[in-house]
């Protein structure tokens, strides 16, 4: 694609440009891993792209589910052409014209695709055959998507209004992190992967890689780093940031990366020219660029610099090179603040008041930041810096910032920040008095004369002496393991039951990491730690729940067989997690299939399982696409399996008018764990089911009228009109001494 867009650029003229791609397996990923949306993502910035498809590998019956998901996402035409079938013991290949056509057939009827014809085994034969049966159809309409970022490593990654914070690791980088710099330095790479992978795992979306070092050479190993980080897929899954204040190094890293990457960083420094032809080199390489606001006057340091130089740039990017405005990400420059300096007190102010102009007025552009520049002044004193830094993301998370470069260890959850102190970084970073930087560093030295340790040791005492109930929350709320077997055992004795301590303390601690989350106080690496706690915990009550089974001799009972699956596209499963320990802890068989599970392989296992229900979770609002895309093909394939929804993103209206109205058998959203046993019970008893589903078909029924209803537009006033029905407002004589007391 990078020699088909140098080529016209370089010689003027556009031909249409037709990419096919390869998936080698049922399990949806092409040779190098990727699956179908991720290879799109990859491959939409081709200049004159006529259409994308799909060919070979696979037959065409194998390659429906692969070839629906390509249609869904891509904004230009879809090809495909299968093999005849799948190839015999011989290499040879069976399927006949027929049936052939027939599978073919369908793809056109469903609306599918735009060309249509055959891969290794077939002939002119199936061509004729294909032809004369798809004649009828009409061609693929073009869907119309909504503008988003849209990045991709193995996986896609999208970035929509209602995405939380995106977390940008920041230790695969030499400059901000003194180990992984040492480990690249010794040429210790296999564990400078393992910085990478601990990253992905504590729930960085995307991870920054830097190798600006004075005694490195640079692209040599950005170069060798992301080519070893390719054969890693529990790495390479996200989408990376190529990091660099050289340009050879950029594009050398570019030419590494088969997804859709972050340039980081280009500017107007070196003049319009320079920036024109690196921003037109990011888009030949399929990337989206951060933009720092710098030009050739210097770094912007004030409000109306950081807003003027950005507006300069979005419209170069725009105008002259054909950027897309959602993959443009402004960088308004994060400084130090309370260093003294008085003209250096309104810098965390000018920041959030960039950072919301720039979503006011540069309609789809991202705004990000190296956050722990902020606390510079406040190095080695880990709670002043760890208070700022969450606080500020909380002020700057409000107006608009949308990622950030983070060190997940230095952020606290905002509620929980002492309120002396959080007013204090508050006052610094808003800057609300004359004397705030003065306050805090008073109460930095403070912390320093008593020891930072021993000030981490008494809070951890005052806690410990909570309930065992607030005890089990603190610990999933701040992701401490360190108590959790001891607690959760003190908390088995007072219950009646093992399942009672999930199904109560524990679950209460999840519901309030997820208030959290959802409102913007708690980032995902931290949701990731109490994840972990969760999981500790029930892995401790397992054998106690076991025990009891076998106590009361319910092992061979079976109430029922559920399927439970993460849908494709997310990797969340505490939820999910949680709903298989309390049914199979009440007698159900429990098929967990795990995260990122297809349609195909739910429903194939289904069927093969001849399971009763089928449970469906998610964390992310992508999931709630791929859960309406799972109802759709229950119905295609004449299921009448109940179907339940569940997890953070889900909820009861969403459930009633985007999913029920897809499948004619029962859907029902479940809040959380402990209505999964009622819900499953009524849909599994004869005596029941038939009237417990046609309860909720009603419920939803009435809740997509209610909804259909708000959503009609209603006639309002004009402006005159409005005007002439203002409001009076009349101050009785107490209220105007009173105003005038103030």
């Not at 019956?61 to 005849?84: D, G, H, I, K």
């Not at 979306?205 to 529990?234: H, R």
């Given at each position: 694609?990078y020699?088909?867009?140098e080529?016209?650029?370089?010689n ?7 990419i ?5 397996d049922m ?5 190098s891993?990727?699956?179908t949306?991720a290879?799109w993502n990859?491959v939409v910035?081709c200049?004159n ?5 799909l ?6 019956e194998?390659?429906r589910p692969?070839?629906?998901e ?12 299968p093999n005849a079938g799948?190839?015999?013991e011989?290499?040879g290949?069976?399927?006949s014209?027929?049936?052939m ?11 599918f ?5 055959g ?19 009409k ?7 909504d503008p988003?970022?849209r990045?991709?490593?193995?996986e896609p990654f999208?970035?929509?209004?209602e995405?939380?914070f995106v977390?940008i ?10 180990k992984?710099?040492?480990l690249?330095?010794?040429n210790?790479y296999?564990?400078?992967l393992?910085?990478a992978r601990?990253?992905?795992e ?7 890689v830097?190798?600006d ?10 170069v060798?780093f ?12 996200v989408p990376?940031?190529i990091?660099?204040?050289?340009w ?13 990457s972050?340039?980081?960083?280009i500017s107007l420094k ?13 888009l ?12 050739e006057q210097g770094?912007?340091?004030t409000f109306e ?7 300069r740039a ?11 405005p ?5 960088d308004?420059?994060i400084?130090?603040?309370?260093t003294g300096?008085?003209?250096?007190n ?11 102009w ?9 705004v990000?930041?190296?956050v722990?520049?902020?606390?510079f ?12 830094h969450s ?27 002492p309120?002396?102190l ?11 008095r004359?004397d705030s930087?003065?306050r805090?560093v ?13 000030v ?10 909570d309930?065992?109930q607030e005890r089990?929350?603190h610990?999933l ?5 360190e108590?959790i077997?001891?607690?959760t055992?003190?908390a088995?004795?007072?219950y009646d ?6 199904e ?5 601690g ?8 959802g ?7 931290q949701v ?8 500790k ?11 009891e089974?076998a106590?009361i001799?319910d ?5 029922g ?20 320990v309390?049914l ?6 429990v098929i967990?299939?795990?995260?990122m599970?297809?349609a195909?392989r739910i429903l ?6 001849n ?19 799972v109802a759709?093909e229950?119905e295609?394939?004449k299921?009448?399996?109940?179907l339940?929804?569940g997890?953070a ?9 985007k999913i ?18 009622p ?5 599994i008893?004869?005596e029941t089911?038939?009237s417990?589903g ?13 909804y259909?209803?708000r959503s ?5 006033l004009?402006i ?12 009785t ?5 009173f105003a005038?007391?103030t």
């Amino acid at each position: 694609i990078y020699a088909v867009s140098e080529y016209f650029h370089n010689n003027g003229k556009q031909l249409p440009v037709m990419i096919s791609g390869t998936i080698v397996d049922m399990s949806g990923r092409t040779l190098s891993g990727q699956t179908t949306e991720a290879f799109w993502n990859s491959v939409v910035h081709c200049p004159n792209l006529l259409s994308v498809g799909l060919n070979c590998s696979l037959g065409a019956e194998q390659m429906r589910p692969f070839v629906e998901e390509l249609s869904r996402v891509a904004t230009c035409l879809v090809s495909v052409y299968p093999n005849a079938g799948l190839p015999n013991e011989m290499g040879g290949y069976d399927q006949s014209p027929e049936i052939m056509s027939s599978i073919i057939s369908e793809f056109a009827e469903a609306g599918f695709v735009n060309f249509v014809g055959g891969c290794c085994g077939s002939t002119p034969e199936h061509i004729a055959a294909i032809a004369e049966k798809v004649k009828k159809f009409k061609p693929r309409e073009i869907p119309e998507r909504d503008p988003l970022m849209r990045l991709s490593g193995l996986e896609p990654f999208e970035i929509r209004p209602e995405t939380n914070f995106v977390n940008i690791g920041e230790r695969t980088n030499v400059t901000g992190s003194a180990k992984f710099a040492k480990l690249i330095k010794e040429n210790n790479y296999e564990e400078a992967l393992t910085v990478a992978r601990q990253q992905v795992e504590s729930g960085a979306q995307i991870i920054d890689v830097n190798m600006d070092e004075g005694m490195l050479d640079s692209e040599a190993a950005m170069v060798k780093f992301l080519n070893l980080i390719a054969s890693e897929p529990d790495i390479a899954k996200v989408p990376i940031m190529i990091d660099s204040s050289k340009w050879s190094v950029i594009e050398a890293g570019l030419q590494c990366v088969q997804g859709k990457s972050i340039v980081n960083s280009i500017s107007l420094k070196e003049g319009e020219d320079k920036f024109l032809e690196q921003a037109r080199k990011v888009l030949e390489y399929g990337a989206a660029a951060i933009v720092m606001a710098f030009d050739e006057q210097g770094q912007a340091d004030t409000f109306e610099r950081k807003t003027k130089i950005c507006e300069r740039a979005y419209h170069i990017l725009i105008d002259n090179v054909g950027f897309a405005p959602q993959d443009i990400i402004f960088d308004p420059n994060i400084f130090a603040i309370a260093t003294g300096l008085e003209e250096h007190n309104n810098y965390g102010v000018d920041f959030i008041n960039a950072t919301r102009w720039i979503k006011q007025n540069l309609p789809g552009a991202k705004v990000s930041g190296g956050v722990s520049n902020l606390s510079f002044s406040f190095r080695g004193n880990e709670p002043v810096r760890r208070a700022m830094h969450s606080a500020f993301l909380y002020h700057a998370i409000q107006v608009g910032m949308d990622m950030g470069i983070v060190n997940a260890g230095q952020i606290d959850i905002y509620d929980e920040i002492p309120k002396d102190l959080l007013e204090l970084v508050e006052d610094v970073i808003l800057n609300r008095r004359q004397d705030s930087t003065e306050r805090l560093v008073e109460y930095a030295e403070h912390l320093k004369a008593k020891g930072k340790t021993a000030v981490t040791a008494k809070e951890a005492e005052a806690w410990r002496n909570d309930s065992v109930q607030e005890r089990l929350k603190h610990s999933l709320v701040k992701g401490i393991t360190e108590f959790i077997d001891i607690d959760t055992e003190e908390a088995r004795l007072l219950y009646d039951r093992p399942l009672h301590v999930i199904e109560g303390p524990l679950m209460d601690g999840m519901s309030v990491v997820g208030d959290l989350f959802g409102a913007g106080k708690m980032f995902l690496p931290q949701v990731v730690k109490s994840a972990r706690v969760m999981k500790k915990a029930v892995a401790y009550l397992m054998p106690f729940m076991e025990a009891e089974k076998a106590l009361i001799g319910d092992e061979s009972k079976n109430n029922g067989t559920v399927l439970l699956a993460t849908v494709k596209g997310d990797v969340h499963d505490i939820g999910k997690n949680i709903v298989g320990v309390v049914l199979g802890c009440n007698n159900y068989r429990v098929i967990d299939m795990g995260v990122m599970v297809s349609a195909e392989r739910i429903l194939q296992t289904a069927i093969a399982e001849n399971v009763d229900i089928i449970g469906l979770s998610g964390l992310i609002t992508p999931s709630l696409d791929e859960m309406v895309h799972v109802a759709k093909e229950m119905e295609r394939l004449k299921f009448i399996k109940p179907l339940l929804i569940g997890g953070a993103t889900t909820s009861r209206v969403h459930t009633a008018v985007k999913i029920a109205p897809q499948y004619t058998g029962t859907v029902i959203h479940v809040l959380d764990a402990s209505r999964a046993v009622p819900v499953a019970g009524s849909l599994i008893s004869p005596e029941t089911k038939d009237s417990f589903g046609e309860q909720f078909k009603k419920e939803y029924d009435k809740v997509r009228m209610d909804y259909a209803n708000r959503s009609v537009e209603k006639n309002l006033l004009t402006i005159d009109a409005a005007r002439r029905n203002k409001l009076e407002l009349f101050l009785t004589q107490k209220t105007q001494e009173f105003a005038k007391g103030t």
